[in-house]
């Protein structure tokens, strides 16, 4: 099966070879879909620059070559050098029926696969999960299972924040109240609560003060008794995380935690490696990096602080540590940082540093997937009422009850109801974050993500319970549906064509990190549907081939966005 924008990038990069010699064959061929006709291609252009020569004269030379291929059913020069292309019903027919019977679908694995490291969620130890968790959490899970689908090895990292001066007083805010009763207030979820009271006691005790940094020199200096009980509030904490992540069908695990604590023992063999290297120098007291190309408002030189002048090491060595550690131990081909855009300019320069030490090349490449923010209705930043973040089980909460209130009216089986309403409500609450281009902000708003219209998860799951309604009135299984797909009608063409574009839309995330690709392209998908079934009747079809050959292609549908919703992580109700 052949994504049909790759088919036709294939076809002018003969044509070009063709008409004007081999040595511009890789020219970019700029296919694009067109509303005049399939697709269009802007490749004659730029090449008639190149040859001197007027683009329409060019574009005429190869529309003649592609309308003798078996693909291409039309080809024809449309403004100052445009080639309309038009795709033959035969060839998108013949496509999609070998799409059916592909256990894929048509998305091709990478070759070669990578290694790729994921550093995605990354919550604080004894700090609830808040609404900005969301996406760094979803966004990244969706990137891990389209590069595992696409054959990539994946190494998802949950960098949590599980080490520094506030364990002094978590510990000793934990100690007071005895541990019995700090374990029951953690599991109970009460986390923030928990941060709070120490946090109120460290400014207000000047005892418990000293006390707290008696207790992080103790736990620095490895001091048992201090380890236990911090190994104790990290454990209570992760099961809150993994309850979260269980709601929201995330795969994350505790074998995927990559914490600070972890990278604490690399910290000075870091910085004795960039001093070595005159990377890292003292000034003032610090030891810093000084990238290229980063200034501050006066255009003095910015600098990365690598190890403080009191000797502490803040989050950009750990950054660092974790650099060389992925690439060196976990022998990473790739990393990709899912994190707020607002660390852009210090990933920027930690990714400059790496590269100056080395253990960032050409071959050997970091990114940072930067993230949006969640904004209310008033585009200011998503809060409560009081001001404080919003936590993500009271969101999730909110996203299910009210998606109950959706559904309330169509099922009497009130366990049903509630099952079907926590798969639209965190479908809904997913997918209307995952649909937006992860750097974009957007405001959080419930009744419209929870309408069944429209690019909303509930639109695309109704569009999946539909076509299993479909094949539950015929009598039969949709897997045994298996053509050949014939089209007699605009609809089903059109529908037929935009499927053959599923491998495309996955590897597009791959790329870039983008799930909203993949989501944009499933919308596309459940609304040519929805034409085709509105016009094309499928079980009252005219005769049993159309009636076989649109239960196929509803068929592949179903297929096609089963497997593209599990992608982005979005549950999927059998009836809606």
């Known amino acids: ?60 030379e190869l529309a003649v070559r592609l309308g003798d291929s078996e693909e291409i059913e039309t080809a024809e020069v449309s403004g100052p050098g445009f080639i309309n292309l038009t795709l033959h019903d035969d060839w998108i ?17 990478a070759n070669p696969p990578q290694r790729v490291v994921v550093d995605y969620s990354s919550p604080n130890v004894a700090r609830e999960m808040h609404v900005g968790h969301l996406r760094t959490t979803i966004v990244g899970d969706s990137v891990v299972r389209v590069l595992e689908y696409l054959g990539h090895s994946v190494i998802r990292a949950n960098h949590i924040g599980d080490w520094g001066t506030q364990f002094g007083m978590l510990l000793e805010h934990l100690l007071d109240v005895g541990e019995e009763a700090a374990n029951a207030q953690l599991a109970a979820g009460e986390i923030n609560a928990f941060y709070q009271a120490a946090n109120a006691k460290f400014k207000a005790d000047p005892s418990f003060a000293e006390r707290s940094r ?26 809150y995380y993994n309850t979260i992540y269980a709601r929201l069908g995330v795969t994350l695990t505790d074998a995927d935690l990559a914490p600070e604590s972890f990278y604490n023992p690399m910290l000075a063999d870091v910085c004795d490696e960039l001093e070595a290297k005159g990377i890292a120098v003292i000034s003032d007291g610090a030891l810093c990096a000084f990238p290229p190309g980063f200034t501050g408002r006066d255009g003095s030189p910015l600098p990365l602080i690598l190890r403080k002048s009191d000797g502490g090491y803040g989050y950009a060595t750990t950054d660092m540590a974790a650099i060389r550690y992925r690439v060196r131990e976990l022998h990473a081909d790739r990393l990709i940082y899912i994190v707020g855009a607002e660390q852009s300019q210090h990933f920027e320069m930690v990714f400059a540093v790496a590269r100056q030490a080395g253990w960032l090349t050409d071959a050997i490449t970091a990114e940072h997937a930067a993230i949006g923010l969640v904004t209310g209705a008033d585009r200011k930043r998503f809060r409560t009422r009081t001001g404080s973040s919003v936590k993500l089980s009271d969101l999730i909460d909110e996203a299910v009850e009210r998606a109950e209130e959706v559904i309330k009216d169509r099922y009497d089986d009130p366990e049903l109801r509630a099952q079907i309403a926590e ?57 045994s549906a298996r053509g050949p797909i014939g089209l007699t009608e605009d609809a089903e063409r059109a529908l037929a064509l935009q499927l053959l574009g599923f491998g495309a839309a996955v590897t597009q995330v791959s790329e870039h990190a983008e799930p909203h690709k993949l989501a944009g392209f499933l919308f596309d998908t459940a609304s040519a549907f929805t034409a085709f079934y509105e016009n094309c009747p499928v079980l009252q079809a005219p005769d049993e081939p159309v009636r076989r050959s649109r239960l196929a292609l509803s068929a592949l549908t179903l297929r096609v966005l089963l497997a593209g919703l599990g992608l982005l992580g979005i549950p999927v109700p059998e009836r809606m």
């Open 1 to 60: 099966m052949t994504d049909p924008q790759q088919a036709l990038a294939r076809l002018v990069a003969a044509a070009l070879a063709a008409a004007f010699g081999p040595e511009h064959a890789d020219a970019d061929p700029l296919i694009r879909p067109s509303q005049f006709a399939d697709y269009q291609s802007n490749a004659a252009l730029p090449l008639a620059k190149r040859l001197g020569r007027a683009p329409r004269d060019v574009a005429t």
């Open 93 to 109: 027919a013949a496509e999609a029926t070998g799409q059916l019977g592909d256990d894929r679908l048509g998305v091709v694995p």
């Open 214 to 239: 008696r207790r992080v020199v103790a736990l620095q200096a490895g001091d048992l008794e201090t380890l236990r009980l911090w190994t104790m509030l990290i454990n209570d904490t992760k099961k």
């Open 423 to 479: 798969a639209v409500g965190i479908g809904a609450l997913k997918y209307a974050d995952l649909s937006v281009a992860r750097d974009s902000g957007y405001a959080l708003d419930f009744d419209r993500m929870l309408a069944l219209t429209g690019n909303t998860g509930p639109y695309l799951q109704y569009a999946t319970a539909r076509i299993r309604s479909i094949f539950r009135r015929a009598g039969i299984e949709a897997a």
